[in-house]
């Protein structure tokens, strides 16, 4: 895994990412910008503005698959690029998607195993812990993913079921406490 820099040279706006294979990327990145379809909305913002030519990309620092994600949030902290793609990345100086890693993965970083309680302790101090309300059954929830877990589904669609966006999801209906 390499963790890569795309860089636009007329504005010097960055984003960080972590690929196997960045020549790929960098092509997937051009085509995506080009065909106006890109995942990060700024970065289309900015290649519909300048031009898909005035990117290029450049790796900054080789990792294994299990410390790509540390490797990339520091780079993160360093460049602290504006654009980020908000289905992936945290702002600077905040853990990636702002929830704990993987007890398999944290083991395998630090070195130590972790306790059910110390696991759901980093759950609900994890960045999007906006509680959420079941309206049916009255079950309240620290966040959309644990009424995720708990009822199945993806956590966006009780997301935006209690910010309106959708009537309901699985038949219940759900607010932001």
Request: aromatic share 10%; net charge positive; glycine share 6%.
């Amino acid at each position: 895994m390499t963790v890569y820099i795309l860089k636009n040279t007329k504005n010097n706006t960055v984003y960080i990412g972590c690929s196997c294979n960045i020549k790929r990327r960098f092509i997937e990145h051009k085509s995506k910008l080009k065909k106006g379809y890109h995942p990060c909305r700024k970065l289309q913002k900015i290649a519909d503005k300048y031009g898909v030519d005035c990117f290029y990309i450049e790796p900054i620092e080789k990792c294994t698959k299990i410390n790509s994600y540390i490797i990339e949030q520091k780079h993160m902290d360093i460049y602290k690029p504006f654009i980020a793609n908000n289905s992936k990345y945290a702002a600077p100086g905040k853990h990636r998607i702002g929830k704990p890693l993987h007890p398999n993965l944290l083991k395998a970083i630090t070195g130590r195993k972790f306790k059910k309680a110390s696991i759901e302790k980093m759950r609900k101090n994890s960045g999007n812990n906006k509680p959420i309300k079941c309206i049916e059954t009255g079950e309240v929830f620290y966040n959309a993913s644990e009424a995720a877990r708990k009822h199945g589904g993806r956590h966006c669609y009780y997301t935006r079921v209690c910010s309106g966006e959708r009537k309901h999801y699985k038949n219940l209906h759900y607010k932001f406490v």
